[in-house]
């Protein structure tokens, strides 16, 4: 791994894919501005961009929500949807993501897409694909918000860390990024980078700072914050691309080393993550030489096991 090397964050407004070249020509344009700007070796897209491959199939328009689009699709709920629609999104988008990973040359975390399993339980996966276009690996979310009960989705039991050219990542998918055990059990398996697409909103900067930005501090990471924004799904979606860093690695010492202008409309941030300065941090403030490690061991295990909430 270099010592240093750039990853971007990419904040997307919501959208209906008119059919698998439109979707192409979105994400790929996302990732040329990213790559165009300097050399970029990761890209993080926001949560449920897969969703908007919903919008091939039937008639819509950009201005409906999420509960027209289905109906347009002949089906009565979202879930319905997601389940007969799986076959043809999962093999688009993982093909789209795939080529322009390659194209791009690129680690892509494509963002999200919401899919069953072989039981036809639905998850929200994020998937990773590396420069050559090969699936690297797939998180599932493992914590659910009241939309996604309400969606049907499942939540799953496992957290993995991806090794890469670029560092050991973690992904910390949507609803994830408000239970801090997620992100520290990531860091506790050596996680350098935390991926965090997100399709939400926040009420204030203090909660905005109690998500991704309060984990990279916890956890001395860096992080990358790709959010999907506007109100197209019928519920107001906020949020701003950023790329967090420990408090000593930024030039205002506030954990930011990029951050989009607005949170509204598309943007792509850059920043370059420096390991060495990362570790020199470490050194300095051990966090995790002062961690409890037996409480983990006596109590995580015992709130998870068997609980589906």
Not at 85 to 107: G, H, Q
Not at 113 to 142: C, K, M, S
Not at 230 to 243: D, S
Request: glycine share 8%; charged share 20%; aromatic share 10%.
């Amino acid at each position: 791994m270099s010592p240093r090397y750039r990853a971007a964050a990419v904040q997307a407004a919501a959208f209906w894919a008119a059919n698998p070249a439109d979707f192409h020509r979105l994400l790929d344009g996302w990732v040329d501005e990213a790559t165009n700007r300097q050399w970029v070796s990761l890209v993080v897209l926001p949560a449920h961009v897969g969703l908007a491959l919903l919008g091939v199939t039937g008639p819509v328009h950009p201005e409906m929500d999420l509960d027209e689009v289905v109906v347009a699709a002949g089906y009565h709920t979202v879930g319905d949807c997601l389940r007969g629609a799986a076959p043809a999104l999962k093999e688009t988008f993982e093909s789209i993501c795939r080529d322009v990973a390659r194209f791009r040359n690129v680690y892509l975390l494509a963002g999200s897409i919401v899919l069953p399993d072989e039981r036809g339980d639905l998850y929200n996966w994020a998937y990773l694909f590396g420069p050559d276009g090969q699936l690297v690996g797939r998180q599932a979310q493992t914590h659910l918000s009241a939309q996604d009960r309400e969606w049907g989705l499942c939540r799953a039991d496992e957290l993995h860390i991806f090794e890469t050219d670029v560092g050991r990542l973690g992904v910390v998918l949507g609803e994830d990024v408000r239970y801090p055990e997620t992100s520290r059990i990531l860091a506790l398996q050596g996680a350098d980078v935390l991926l965090h697409p997100t399709a939400g909103s926040y009420r204030s900067h203090a909660d905005w700072l109690s998500r991704l930005w309060r984990e990279v501090q916890a956890n001395q990471t860096f992080g990358l914050e790709a959010p999907l924004v506007g109100g197209l799904w019928g519920k107001p979606l906020r949020g701003r691309a950023t790329v967090h860093a420990p408090l000593p690695l930024t030039p205002q010492n506030d954990g930011v080393l990029a951050q989009a202008e607005s949170d509204k409309g598309n943007a792509v941030v850059v920043a370059e993550l420096d390991f060495d300065a990362r570790q020199r941090a470490i050194e300095d403030y051990p966090i995790f030489s002062v961690l409890n490690y037996n409480l983990y061991d006596r109590y995580f295990p015992k709130v998870y096991q068997g609980n589906g909430d």
